[in-house]
């Protein structure tokens, strides 16, 4: 049952801190700022979009198990988010047309999901500090 409840838990952290990662790159999208670097990253806030990325956000969060940083889970999260980072711009961009790195939405296109996914791994980290016994924040 232990691994049940910790199962829940990162799973539970990793959709939190993809709701909070999809309301920022809303929110550049639409205040200009990835356009303004001239990437064109501008999604609409529906729930077509946002449910699946909240679902996989919680999938990802399965990683945070790995305790490369066992001082602190949300720099642990911030370290971890290189893989759903890697995997977006080397697997998903390139699937939905978008170039290697997603280099046909912009020059710059690579760093937004490096920051959009570290603010998932400090926010997934963070919930899994709070909720877990043993925190580690």
């Not at 979009?49 to 720099?75: A, D, F, Q």
């Not at 046909?104 to 926010?123: H, K, R």
């Amino acid at each position: 049952m232990k691994y049940f409840k910790k199962l829940s838990l990162v799973f539970s952290a990793g959709c939190l801190g993809a709701f909070v990662n999809s309301l920022v790159v809303w929110l550049f999208g639409l205040l200009g700022i990835t356009a303004a670097f001239g990437v064109h990253i501008a999604p609409a806030l529906t729930k077509g979009w946002l449910y699946p990325r909240i679902i996989w956000g919680g999938i990802w969060g399965i990683i945070l198990l790995v305790p490369l940083i066992k001082k602190s889970n949300i720099l642990n999260g911030i370290v971890l988010s290189i893989a759903p980072t890697l995997v977006t711009l080397l697997v998903v961009f390139p699937s939905k047309g978008k170039g290697m790195m997603g280099l046909e939405l912009g020059a710059l296109t690579p760093i937004f999901p490096l920051i959009f996914n570290s603010i998932w791994g400090a926010v997934a980290g963070a919930w899994f500090s709070i909720v877990n016994e043993n925190r580690h924040i």
